[in-house]
Nanobody, 124 residues
Framework: QVQLVESGGGLVQSGGSLRLSCEVS????????VGWFRRAPGKEREGISC????????HYVDSVKGRFTMSRDNAKNMMYLQMNSLKPEDTAVYYC?????????????????WGKGTQVTVSA
């Protein structure tokens, strides 16, 4: 059974930092495309970053570029999202996801395995 479990969310002031972790079990992350997504209140789920399983390249949506850094540790079957300079508009439930598809995309329909999410709240 595949499980993805996010942790590290919480309440932080604007300008602060958080590091999200995603522990994966039931699959070996090597060669998997992995991504982070978020759903803000009243909004659709959006992809914010991904790391290709084929060439290891990382990609970010413009709204987080320069502030967020995604990484993966295949040996530990973990992925991470370091979030700096947080803004109130980053408030959302954050999800990690994985798929064996080649390439890089944060289209949610690409992804087969999902965590249940962790809440991030950024106060003004």
């Amino acid at each position: 059974q595949v499980q993805l479990v996010e942790s590290g969310g919480g309440l932080v002031q604007s300008g602060g930092s958080l590091r999200l972790s995603c522990e994966v079990s039931g699959i070996t992350l090597d060669h998997y495309l992995v991504g982070w997504f978020r759903r803000a209140p009243g909004k659709e789920r959006e992809g914010i970053s991904c790391i290709s399983g084929t060439d290891g390249s990382a990609h970010y949506v413009d709204s987080v570029k320069g502030r967020f850094t995604m990484s993966r540790d295949n040996a530990k079957n973990m992925m991470y999202l370091q979030m700096n300079s947080l803004k109130p508009e980053d408030t959302a439930v954050y999800y990690c996801a994985a798929t064996l598809r080649s390439g890089a995309s944060w289209d949610p329909t690409w992804y087969d395995h999902w965590g249940k999410g962790t809440q991030v709240t950024v106060s003004a």
